[in-house]
Every structure is written in C-alpha cells, then in structure tokens.
C-alpha cells in the first residue's frame, strides 16, 4: 500500500478539489454575512502561508489566534498547520493574566486578532515583549484601528498582507505526528495546561467523527459552528465538515438566540454543535416567541451535562440531540451517544434515559472506571469509579509539563467519575471534586440537574456540597428561572420526591437570576461554593 502522510493540508486540499463550491458563511463583527468556498478558502490558505514565512514563523513555531469562529480563523487553521507550525488557539474568555501566561509559555512569536479583541491583545503585550513580533487584525484595510502596542510589534492588516502576497505553489509534506494545534484547558484549578493535538491525531479523530454512527456528516449538511474555534479545535468541526463538504455556518461573536436562530433558518442549517448554555438560551427563546427552527433537525451537545428534559423539549421542536463528552486532553470527543439494536427495546422514557447520559466509545479511543486501587469496576451502570481514557486522541503529557508523562499503559485520568452501564454507555456523576458525599454516600450534581431544570419554572440549576455537621455533606441546589416565572424554593423542593432517594433531595433550593459560568461555558462550581457555602473544597 502507499504510504502518504495523514496531513491537516490534506483535507482542505481534497475540499478545494471535490467540494470547490462547498460553502462558509460567517458574520462579521458588524453583523454582515459574508460568503466564500472551500476553493476559495484553500487558495487563500496556501498564499498565507507565504505571509506566515515571511513574517518570519518556521515549522515547529507556535503561532496564536485569538478569534470567533469565521473563515479567516479557518484559513489560518489550515495555513498555520499546513506549513508545519502549531495554531495556538487563544480563549478570549479567559483572564487577560491566563491569557499572558499561555502566550509567555507557548512563546507566541505573532498573534491573529478579530478586532474586537485589540484592547485585549494591547493590554497584555507589554508583557510579551521578549518574543511577540506582531499583531495581525483580521480585518479589511479600511476596517483597520489603532492600538498601542510595544516598540518592536507591527501591527498588521490581514487583507493587505494577503493582497500583497502571491501564491504558494503547493502544500508542503512532513512527518503526520507533528504538532499541528495548541490548546490551553480553561484553568479553572491553577494555570492552563497546554494540549499539543498532531496532524495525525487530528484526522484519526476527524475521520471517526464523521462515521455514520457518530457524527456523520455528509456534503448535503449545513452545519452552525457554535463550539469556538478558540477551544478544542470547535470539536473537530473545522476538519470534519471540508473532509465531506458539508457547509459550515459561522455566527462569529453573534451568540445571542436572535442572531443564532434567524442564521440557523436563514442558512438552512439542519444540525448545529455547542455548549448546553447556547442551546438553553434558544430553547428559552423559542418557549418566549413562539418562533421555530425552519431546517434544524440534529444538534451534538458537549461540555456539559445536558439535561434530559432538554433532550424531551428538543424533540418536542423536531430536533434530536447527540450528547458527547471529551475534555481539551482528548481532542475533545470520545464519547457520544447514537442507538445500538438494544436501544430499539426502549419505551421512550427508558430512551430518554439513555440519551441524557454522555454517550458510548468512539472506535479509536477506550474508557474505564476504576476503584481505587485501579481495577476496572464492572458495566452495570451502577458501580462508580474513575474515569480514564486512552487513544489515537489523548494527549500522552501535558505540553512543557515536565513529570505529566500517562504511565506505560496510558490510561489518563480525566477527573470525571461515573458509572458504564451493561451496553458501554457511560454516565458522568461529576467532576471528582464536585461530588457531594452525605453520610457515606455519593450523590450526583448532575443527576440533581437533570431533575430541577425538568420542573417547568427553571431554566437552569446547579447542585453544590455544603458542609454539615451530622451528614459531612449536604446538597445544595441554586436555579434560576424561567423568563416570566418565579419558582418557590419548597416548591421546588417538593419536584424532587419520588424522582431521587429521600436522603439525596437538596435541603436548600436557592433561586438566583443567573449561575457563574466559566470560559468554555461550564457552571463555575468553585463560584458557587466561594458564593454560598463558604471558602472553597480544596
Ligand atoms: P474541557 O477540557 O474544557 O473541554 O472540559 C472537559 C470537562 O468538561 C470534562 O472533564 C467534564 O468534566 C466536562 N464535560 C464535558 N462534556 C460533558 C458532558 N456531556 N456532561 C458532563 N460533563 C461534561
């Protein structure tokens, strides 16, 4: 058999040749939708790559990105890999300290900004002052601003370096294990840590996504991007949807239900990916207008646990939900759910169930949960252990992390504990230093959501330990309601019986306008409990 080397060049290049028509559509800052193709995006990609070399990057560089989704962040998806060097994908959302660090430890030689992040990018440059050589604006000349930036810093347009340029003759071809993107976890817990994905791992994963049993995207899907492409490569989506020639949607910084909804009717889309917040907004928004998705029939929801009363709500508007989970450490996906032939036994309740846990193994990747001593515990959906992973996908060591090398067997501890239940589906219960144990046992947070958001004032809920006297811990819950409504506490309370042991029901119900939620979306649990239970679980 050839042997030919799985490059991130690859897929663009057979989207420019087998889909040249194939389209991205984003939104610009100022609201403006802009149209291009996958021919288009190739050829522009390749001439940036001549821009890249001669503002001096090499392979091996780390070059960073801090932008919305859009086809000029695609463009340098693929000319920043394409020519051997490592997209350092920023999180705008983070502290401007964290951000600083990442730029300090990835040693970012030049940083692609939307303008809207500018002041960002100004306000932490004059600590980047021993690499940073420039900022590029991705913006049209006329578009350009000032910024004040250090001595030693240009400050470039996109478009007119691009004009400027001429065109790469072709991809060049390396060895498929180099790194291809960098992505910092949010940090919620100290530093971020750095994630180098290669162009091989990220094509295995792509590939496997778009399996008629995962994800399966075809060229005849118009797919919204809502998961940024500022964290965890958006999913894989950026790879998955030229790898077909499946349109992709871009909604930029417009996030907002208004804007989400009428891009997702207007562009036709039928399946749409993100966080659970995203897709809690528009179900609220919907119930609120009474308006409707024209075209949405899919939409794949990780990062979170979604609830399941969302995932009933969702099929009540004609949308099926595939809920995954992955972390930054695995590129992200690993798990996600689609039917097995047992599923087909089902009554729709027992499906629903089923549904709202995060989904069985992709090939490619394997899962356990293990005891304490590190035995696996049996799938019987009851037994809860540790959750480790390994794979194709998962990093082996934290980038510069010294001593962060998995062992020789390279299962990696995810901090995640759950159950697998007898057909490998697996079930989160919480992040290990989410759990609320009360006398001796384990209760879910996530299981106390799921129930709280089914009560029909609350839009959304979170379930902290608080410290007790007699039990050690007790479950706390904090909801917000639903715009218009007003949830009594007791009332709320009251929701749970008959739904969950006794013993597990929340003692207080706490109604709040609104939950902490952290740079990738996630309720900020340690927020909560500086907030309401006092200092933080160390
Ligand atoms: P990140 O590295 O930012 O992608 O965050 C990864 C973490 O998000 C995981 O370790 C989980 O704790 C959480 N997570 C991801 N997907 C889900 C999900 N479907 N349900 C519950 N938690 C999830």
């Not at 996030?255 to 009428?262: I, M, P, S, Y």
């Not at 252990?385 to 299962?411: C, D, I, K, M, T």
Request: glycine share 10%; net charge negative.
């Amino acid at each position: 058999m050839q042997r030919r080397e799985l490059l991130i060049s690859s897929i663009i290049v057979h989207a420019a040749r087998h889909h040249g028509d194939g389209e991205v559509v984003s939104r610009r800052e100022d609201g403006r939708i802009v149209r291009t193709t996958y021919a288009a995006i190739e050829r522009r990609a390749r001439r940036l790559v001549g821009v890249l070399r001669a503002l001096g990057v090499k392979p091996g560089d780390r070059v960073a990105t801090l932008a919305m989704n859009s086809d000029r962040h695609l463009e340098l998806y693929y000319a920043i890999s394409g020519m051997g060097a490592a997209c350092n994908t920023v999180n705008p959302r983070l502290s401007p300290d964290d951000i600083a660090y990442i730029a300090a430890h990835a040693e970012d030689g030049l940083f692609f900004v939307d303008p809207c992040f500018l002041p960002l990018i100004a306000a932490i440059a004059p600590n980047l002052s021993d690499f940073l050589r420039a900022v590029v604006v991705l913006a049209e000349r006329g578009e350009m601003k000032p910024c004040a930036l250090p001595p030693g810093v240009a400050l470039h347009c996109y478009e007119t370096l691009l004009a400027e340029a001429s065109d790469e003759p072709e991809w060049p071809s390396f060895d498929e294990n180099t790194a291809s993107a960098l992505c910092y976890t949010s940090g919620t817990t100290g530093r971020p840590k750095g994630v180098l994905y290669s162009h091989r791992s990220t094509l295995l994963h792509a590939m496997t996504l778009n399996f008629a049993d995962t994800l399966g995207l075809r060229a005849t899907d118009r797919v919204v991007a809502v998961v940024p492409m500022f964290h965890v490569n958006a999913w894989g989506l950026p790879y998955m949807a030229p790898m077909v020639g499946a349109a992709l949607l871009m909604p930029g910084r417009h996030l907002d239900a208004v804007n989400l909804l009428g891009l997702m009717n207007a562009e036709r889309a039928n399946l749409s990916v993100g966080v659970p917040t995203v897709f809690l907004g528009l179900i609220d928004h919907l119930r609120r207008t009474g308006e409707k998705f024209e075209t949405l029939k899919r939409i794949l929801v990780g990062g979170a646990a979604f609830p399941r009363a969302l995932i009933a709500e969702y099929g009540k508007f004609g949308v099926s939900v595939s809920h995954g989970w992955g972390m930054t450490e695995s590129s992200p996906v690993v798990t996600l759910y689609a039917p097995k032939p047992a599923t087909a036994q089902l009554d729709a309740e027992a499906l629903l169930d089923l549904q709202a846990k995060q989904g069985r193994v992709l090939y490619g990747v394997d899962v356990r949960a293990e005891n304490e001593s590190g035995a696996e515990v049996p799938w019987d959906g009851k037994t809860q252990g540790n959750l480790v992973f390994r794979g194709h996908w998962v990093a082996s060591a934290y980038f510069r992390q010294p001593g962060s090398q998995v062992g020789e067997e390279g299962w990696f501890p995810t901090g995640d504990v759950g159950v697998i239940d007898e057909q490998g589906f697996v079930q989160l219960t919480d992040r290990t230093k989410d759990l609320i144990k009360s006398g001796g046992e384990w209760i879910s947070s996530i299981a106390l959501e799921n129930i709280a958001v089914g009560h029909p004032q609350v839009a959304e809920a979170a379930a902290v330990a608080t410290p007790d006297e007699k039990w050690g811990e007790r479950p706390l819950l904090i909801v917000v309601p639903r715009t218009g409504c007003a949830p009594e506490p007791e009332d709320v309370r009251k929701f749970f019986e008959g739904k969950t042991p006794n013993w597990s029901i929340p003692d207080r119900v706490i109604v709040a306008e609104e939950l902490p939620h952290g740079a990738t979306g996630k309720i900020l649990k340690s927020k909560l409990r500086e907030l309401y239970t006092g200092p933080q679980k160390p």
